[in-house]
């Protein structure tokens, strides 16, 4: 007889589908409370085998944890960084030690508020970004026939399962709507190549449709290696120029300084994508970034006014107070 806890042939549990072996374990652990151990016991599969699974049904967003408690210090934080820059809604988020997962939470959280604000005949915009990737797990599956889905900004010449195309295709696919692309490049060669472009009937389209979407959810870079955009050649052989030019980071690919200012550089003249000005008027438009990396990049798009409602962490969260009151200090 094969020892207690070892995976073999003759088990019972070899004789389930997969996903059956993923349905059971996830019950005992997040809803009968019992150890991975146990669990390991009680279906005949080794610790490990459980402890992948679990790792894979966080990540995949098979398992949704709802935590209905307050969190005292993430509400403190909504609600002052709420009043600070007269945001609709903000959610505070607990950080996570690790980027990524910090990331992936937060993104989580915003795909959260998004699908409760979506309702069927709504347009829905997106940018691009690991955050946003991460918020698909947790819309509802559900179909809005009279909605569609749009990319507000051009794309890269690769893909890593973020891209504009691939995100929103994501989005489209979780409300089965149709969904329109901007099939171009972020950054043109030229201002007259852009306008150029412009002409396409087709990008024309895309574009009119970005601007009158309901909601929009979009996402920030800063101006280090951690951003995609910054490690691409194009904007990497620019980035002295956008510094001396006074970039803290891009929205949409449009690269603001501190007070939330479009930067003078030449490749915000060439960049195709909704504008951060044009982000006001959309009734619903939501930030997802956090990290305490991010803290100027955020900052300046909440001076600006672009988005009217923002998930983030409490570290970020922290310091947006921090730098606001900072200021205040210094103009008195």
């Avoid at 438009?285 to 001076?303: N, Q």
Wanted: charged share 25%; glycine share 10%; net charge neutral.
């Amino acid at each position: 007889m094969p020892p207690k806890g070892t995976d073999t042939p003759t088990t019972a549990i070899e004789d389930m589908d997969a996903q059956q072996i993923r349905a059971r374990v996830a019950w005992l652990y997040f809803i009968g409370g019992l150890t991975q151990q146990e669990i390991a016991d009680q279906l005949g599969l080794t610790r490990l085998r459980v402890n992948k699974t679990l790792g894979q049904l966080r990540t995949d967003g098979s398992v949704v944890v709802d935590i209905r408690l307050p969190m005292a210090n993430c509400i403190e934080l909504e609600n002052k960084v709420k009043e600070k820059f007269g945001l609709e809604e903000v959610c505070v988020i607990p950080t996570l030690p690790d980027d990524p997962e910090n990331q992936r939470a937060v993104g989580d959280a915003a795909g959260g508020l998004l699908d409760r604000l979506l309702e069927d005949g709504m347009g829905l915009g997106v940018g691009w970004g690991k955050t946003l990737t991460a918020g698909l797990k947790r819309l509802t599956p559900r179909a809005l026939p009279n909605s569609w889905v749009t990319s507000v900004m051009g794309g890269l010449t690769r893909g890593s399962g973020s891209s504009t195309f691939e995100v929103a295709t994501g989005y489209a696919r979780a409300i089965s709507a149709e969904c329109w692309y901007l099939t171009a490049p972020l950054y043109l060669p030229s201002v007259e190549s852009r306008e150029a472009l412009l002409a396409h009937h087709g990008i024309r389209e895309t574009m009119r449709r970005a601007r009158s979407v309901d909601v929009a959810l979009v996402s920030c870079g800063d101006m280090t290696t951690r951003s995609l955009l910054v490690q691409t050649p194009t904007v990497s052989e620019t980035l002295e120029g956008l510094l001396a030019a006074g970039a803290v980071g891009d929205l949409l690919g449009v690269f603001l300084d501190a007070n939330g200012k479009p930067v003078d550089h030449p490749l915000n003249e060439r960049v195709l994508s909704l504008t951060p000005e044009q982000l006001t008027s959309v009734k619903h438009s939501i930030l997802a970034s956090g990290g305490w990396y991010k803290v100027d990049i955020i900052r300046a798009i909440l001076r600006g006014g672009y988005v009217k409602r923002l998930v983030t962490d409490e570290n970020c969260a922290a310091g947006l107070l921090r730098d606001e009151i900072q200021r205040h200090n210094k103009s008195q």
